[in-house]
Nanobody, 112 residues
Framework: VQLQASGGGLVQAGGSLRLSCAAS????????MGWYRQPPGKQRELVAG???????NYADSVKGRFTISRDNARKMVYLQMNSLKPEDTAVYYC???????WGQGTQVTVSS
């Protein structure tokens, strides 16, 4: 299984980015997926998760600003990030929740 995250970059506070994660996984549609992030000098934390039935959950810090979604036909999972804040700066990773499989991470930097 491989997970390839993309879409990170440098954006000003208040801006938006859309992260994408492409999965090479035959059973993608049966996997719960998630996005984690690791801010500089801090531990990795769960940002958002989406179940097989597309129920979603979010960290309190991103509720109302971030939206996770998935496209099973394309084996993709997305993270739409709006109203970005400097504290959202981190390396973002996609993962198959509970599996131990991680993508390589994509850097998101939000300037004030």
């Amino acid at each position: 299984v491989q997970l390839q995250a993309s879409g990170g970059g440098l954006v000003q506070a208040g801006g938006s980015l859309r992260l994408s994660c492409a999965a090479s996984d035959t059973f993608f549609s049966s996997r719960p997926m998630g996005w984690y992030r690791q801010p500089p000098g801090k531990q990795r934390e769960l940002v958002a998760g989406i179940t097989v039935s597309e129920n979603t959950n979010y960290a309190d810090s991103v509720k109302g600003r971030f939206t996770i979604s998935r496209d099973n036909a394309r084996k993709m999972v997305y993270l739409q990030m709006n109203s970005l804040k400097p504290e959202d700066t981190a390396v973002y990773y996609c993962t198959i929740l509970g599996s131990g499989y991680w993508g390589q991470g994509t850097q998101v930097t939000v300037s004030s």
